[in-house]
Structures are given as structure tokens and as C-alpha cells.
């Protein structure tokens, strides 16, 4: 039977052959993973380089010299660029590398905590908003048990991954919440 692997980096590590030259590869894919995201986006919107390029101004050979770009040659505008010819938003984080991980996570729980709250009260000025936001906590809760179970059973035998400087994240998928949003601007103003 023929062994099925979930990624290339995964492939890439059970090779046989020498540690170096795998490496040598798996750096040259973690280098690009901004390239990666950005023609993930792309195609994701159903856009060819040239219709993107047309949408930001520029020539599709450019659009091409991102996609294939490595993550220290990306910019800010690049990446705002996309953002806008996509209909997303760019979020940038930074944080303090001595940050115990411990600490990041409690960070990001109460982050999770304040939008959480703040989608309650924008839901209280409509029924049906408020219904579905209560149908979303539900979902919440559901995805957040299966993060924490699933981290939970890898204790054993697991070495903690390399970190990288760049983290990148697949966008959240748009959700139609036009009412909540026409909602949410007398709440956060």
C-alpha cells in the first residue's frame, strides 16, 4: 500500500537519505509560506495573476515575482495590496520573543474572551442575530474542546516544532454577517 503523507515538508522528513539536504528543503519551503499564502488567497478568489494584478495596478509579472518570492522580500504593501484587490484585511502582531509560550496563550484566550463578549452585545439589538450568535458560541466551544483535546493527546512521544519568525494563518472564512456589521458600528463608536 502506498504511504499518503499531509504535506510535502512531512514527505520531505521521511526520506531516507542524509538530514542535510532535508533541511535544506524544508527551510526553502518554510521561506516561502507568505509566497504560499498569498497565492492560496489568490486562487481562493478565483483570480488569475493578471485579473489581481489588473485589481491592484500592477503587471502580472510582478503579481508572479510575490508568489514565488521568499518571506523577507515581501512587503507591508504587498501584502495590503492583496488585502484590499481580495476584500481582506491584514493583522500584524508583534510580541516579545522572551514571552513564555504559557503566557501567549492566556493572551490569546482573553482576546478570543473580549470579541466574544463584544459579538453578545452587538447580537442583543436583534433576535435573529442573537440566535445565531448563540449557535456560534456553541460551535466555539466545540472547536476549542477538539483544539485542547487533540493538543492534549499529543504529550506523549512529540517533539515541540521549530518556531519560525513568520506565522502565517489561512483567513477565516467570510461569514455573512451584514447585519451584525451594520449593527457593530454604533456599538464601537
Same mark, same amino acid.
Given at each position: 500500500?502506498? &504511504? ?11 526520506? !531516507? ?8 528543503? &524544508? ?6 509560506? $507568505? ?26 509579472? *510582478?503579481?508572479?515575482?510575490?508568489? #514565488?518570492? !521568499? ?14 484587490? $481580495? #476584500? ?11 514571552? *513564555?509560550?504559557?503566557? =501567549? ?5 482573553? *482576546? ?17 442575530? &442573537?440566535? #445565531? ?16 483535546? *487533540? ?8 517533539? !515541540? ?9 489561512? !483567513? ?5 454577517? &451584514? =447585519? ?10
Amino acid at each position: 500500500m502506498m &504511504e499518503t503523507y499531509k504535506s510535502v515538508l512531512e514527505l520531505i522528513k521521511n526520506l !531516507p537519505g542524509e538530514d542535510s539536504f532535508k533541511e535544506l528543503v &524544508e527551510n526553502e519551503i518554510q521561506g516561502k509560506r $507568505l509566497a504560499k499564502l498569498l497565492f492560496y488567497l489568490r486562487c481562493k478568489g478565483n483570480f488569475s495573476q493578471k485579473e489581481l494584478a489588473h485589481k491592484i495596478g500592477c503587471s502580472q509579472s *510582478r503579481i508572479s515575482k510575490i508568489e #514565488g518570492a !521568499p518571506n523577507e522580500e515581501i512587503t507591508v504593501k504587498d501584502l495590503e495590496d492583496y488585502a484590499k484587490a $481580495l #476584500g481582506l484585511q491584514v493583522e500584524l502582531g508583534f510580541s516579545n520573543s522572551s514571552t *513564555r509560550l504559557v503566557d =501567549r496563550i492566556k493572551y490569546h484566550a482573553f *482576546r478570543i474572551k473580549e470579541c466574544l463578549e463584544r459579538l453578545s452585545v452587538i447580537s442583543k439589538r436583534d433576535e435573529k442575530i &442573537e440566535e #445565531g450568535v448563540k449557535k456560534f458560541y456553541k460551535e466555539v466551544f466545540v472547536n476549542m474542546n477538539t483544539i485542547i483535546t *487533540r493538543s492534549f493527546s499529543k504529550f506523549h512521544g512529540q517533539e !515541540p516544532q521549530k518556531r519560525s519568525l513568520v506565522n502565517v494563518s489561512a !483567513p477565516v472564512e467570510k461569514i455573512d454577517y &451584514e =447585519r451584525v456589521v451594520e449593527t457593530s458600528s454604533s456599538v464601537t463608536k
